[in-house]
């Protein structure tokens, strides 16, 4: 049988290295020796989407096309303009919102008369304050840990998870006992989330796939931030590095979908990807963002070879999915 987890992986060698250049031993080495929550919030304070896949405009609209039938709109107005087109005084919760783009593009329909922001990392909450009052939009944003805060038995009519819901552990007992209550009968939960193997345990067939997929690439869409180190391999995470370097990436995320399933009505639910180019273009993804024509093609190349892997598989490492709350439930 073929192992499917790693304690450690050679790719641990290389990121700790590749991080240690970048940001130096003594920052690093802070890390470990903080509480967990607090491990989790440093990790998000110091963190920088320099050169992860969802930074690469030609992905948001191959996304956005998958949700709603056109590169040019989000997810965001998408969900606006087909549930809450006839409706006001709205009231909305984002749930690890980091710096909070999200709200931001609901906000900014109109229709929201309370939208609060929550993330566990004080420097990103700062961050969307900051921006919030820059757009001129009414937004409370709140920094600490989601389980220790009160809502007063408030309700939401919308509350949102983007990259978020993944880093909840128990995610069927935390949406059962935390955000079900928090919801209006009929409310709606909008997931945009990571649904793929437990602690980022890429499977033999992704690895082999996604390897084989490098190979292919010229050489000047390899190299790393760093601008002359060279992305040679992909490898899965070791178990022991993903603990200490942030506890709460992924602990349950291979039950996700089948949690949101569980305990509401499924309105939508759309298959993603991110089966082979979460991995593949992670540290090489700066690489990808310019508009001519060899990137472009390329980029279309890629996304239909995941596309082809995901249709051999049948099953998406992400989904975008809209979830009711029933009165019947």
Not at 103 to 130: C, M, P, T, Y
Not at 206 to 233: C, H, M
Not at 273 to 301: C, M, P, R, S, V
Request: net charge positive; charged share 25%.
């Amino acid at each position: 049988m073929t192992k499917e987890t790693s304690l450690v992986s050679v790719g641990d060698f290389l990121d700790v290295y590749y991080k240690v250049k970048q940001k130096g031993f003594l920052q690093l080495a802070s890390l470990f020796n903080l509480s967990k929550n607090k491990r989790v919030s440093a990790k998000w304070n110091q963190y920088q989407s320099s050169s992860d896949f969802w930074i690469i405009p030609a992905l948001q609209q191959h996304w956005n096309t998958l949700i709603s039938g056109n590169p040019e709109v989000s997810y965001e107005s998408y969900v606006v303009q087909k549930y809450f087109h006839n409706k006001t005084n709205l009231s909305l919760l984002s749930i690890g919102c980091g710096e909070g783009k999200h709200e931001r593009k609901f906000a900014v329909s109109g229709l929201f008369s309370k939208v609060i922001g929550v993330d566990i990392s004080k420097d990103r909450i700062e961050r969307a304050k900051q921006s919030a009052i820059e757009n001129n939009l009414k937004i409370d944003y709140l920094a600490g840990d989601f389980h220790q805060m009160n809502f007063n038995n408030e309700s939401f009519d919308l509350i949102l998870f983007d990259s978020s819901l993944h880093h909840f552990n128990d995610i069927n007992g935390f949406l059962k006992n935390e955000i079900s209550p928090l919801l209006k009968t009929e409310g709606i939960l909008v997931a945009n989330e990571f649904c793929g193997p437990n602690r980022l345990q890429w499977k033999k067939e992704q690895l082999d796939f996604a390897n084989d997929l490098l190979k292919e690439l010229p050489k000047k869409y390899k190299t790393l931030i760093d601008g002359k180190s060279v992305k040679r391999k992909v490898y899965r995470p070791g178990l022991i590095r993903m603990l200490l370097v942030d506890p709460s990436e992924a602990p349950d995320s291979a039950r996700l979908k089948n949690a949101l399933q569980n305990n509401f009505k499924v309105l939508e639910e759309k298959k993603l990807g991110w089966n082979i180019l979460h991995i593949l273009l992670k540290g090489i993804a700066h690489n990808f963002l310019k508009n001519d024509e060899e990137t472009n093609q390329l980029l279309a190349y890629l996304i239909n070879k995941e596309e082809e892997f995901v249709e051999r598989v049948g099953e998406a490492d992400s989904i975008f999915g809209v979830y009711q709350k029933s009165g019947l439930k």
